[in-house]
């Protein structure tokens, strides 16, 4: 069974930068569509940053459009989230998502509950 483990979560100040990592796991494993989501204590789970692989396209929530980056190492098979200028509300649980063919044929980033496979999540707390 496929996996996905989560990493770099951490406290940091505001105005701190994290660069979070997932990994799918066999090593192998190809997802043709990643997602970031976070959750913070409280509230529903929200997608951040969205990669069809295949191309390399990108989509972000208003939150952290212009702040937060997504991106793949093809070769290693590894899915990053680069967070910068972190505020407050950044803070919370962030997950990895992944979901096959069946779901991303086309392109069009999968809503929340399509996506079959998880990580169990980093940390991420922003404090001033």
């Known amino acids: 069974q496929a996996d996905l483990v989560e990493s770099g979560g951490e406290s940091v100040q505001t105005g701190g930068s994290l660069t979070l990592l997932c990994v799918a796991s066999?090593?192998?494993?190809?997802?043709?569509?990643m997602a970031w989501f976070r959750q913070a204590p409280g509230k529903e789970r929200e997608g951040v940053a969205y990669?069809?692989?295949?191309?390399?396209?990108?989509t972000y929530s208003d939150s952290v459009n212009g702040r937060f980056t997504i991106s793949q190492d093809e070769a290693k098979r590894r899915l990053y989230l680069q967070m910068n200028n972190l505020r407050s509300e950044d803070s919370g649980m962030y997950y990895c998502?992944?979901?096959?063919?069946?779901?991303?044929?086309?392109?069009?980033?999968?809503?929340?509950?399509?996506?079959?496979?998880w990580g169990q999540g980093t940390q991420v707390t922003v404090s001033s």
């Open positions: 066999p090593y192998n494993t190809y997802y043709p569509c």
């Open positions: 990669i069809f692989r295949r191309n390399g396209s990108t």
């Open positions: 998502a992944a979901a096959d063919w069946r779901i991303c044929y086309s392109g069009a980033p999968p809503q929340r509950l399509q996506y079959p496979t």
